[in-house]
């Protein structure tokens, strides 16, 4: 049994275990285009992957750093002040998926499904800005 203890956190954690896991891909890109050695050494962030869909990933990730900020910042609010509900819990669960689907389209260049994806996580942190206030 998960010992996590709410939705909201427990959404947190597979958010930030996503987040956490994005760079995965643009390295395993890295060391295919350079090799290990080169990948291993200090990284070269003049000159960007040659796979179009790597350089996706690597703003993909950041995007998430900068959504999983803010999301961070909501869902502890909402724990600490204690406003959990159906609709917390909902939001917390669709904004995971929501940045899931980002990273994932993001990365194919699937412009509408992106900004779509992108925009409902934003939904999300506004109905858990908005708990916080009713």
């Known amino acids: 049994m998960n010992n996590i203890a709410s939705p909201e956190l427990l959404y947190?954690?597979?958010t930030a275990g996503l987040t956490g896991s994005l760079w995965l891909g643009y390295i395993v890109?890295?060391?295919?285009e350079?090799?290990?050695?080169?990948?291993l050494k200090t990284p070269d962030l003049e000159?960007?992957?040659?796979a179009s869909w790597a350089r996706r990933l690597i703003r993909a990730h950041s995007n998430a750093m900068e959504n999983l900020a803010v999301f961070t910042a909501l869902v502890l609010a909402v724990q600490l002040s204690?406003?959990?509900?159906?609709?917390?819990a909902t939001a917390a669960c669709?904004?995971?998926?929501a940045r899931l689907a980002h990273a994932i389209t993001y990365t194919m260049g699937v412009p509408v499904l992106r900004t779509l994806a992108f925009f409902a996580g934003f939904c999300c942190q506004i109905i858990l800005l908005i708990n916080l206030f009713i």
Do not use: E, K
């Not at 350079?34 to 990948?39: D, K």
């Open 12 to 14: 947190l954690a597979l």
């Open 29 to 32: 890109n890295r060391i295919g």
């Open 34 to 39: 350079r090799g290990v050695l080169a990948t």
């Open 47 to 50: 000159t960007p992957p040659q």
């Open 82 to 88: 204690q406003v959990n509900s159906d609709v917390t």
């Open 94 to 97: 669709l904004f995971f998926y």
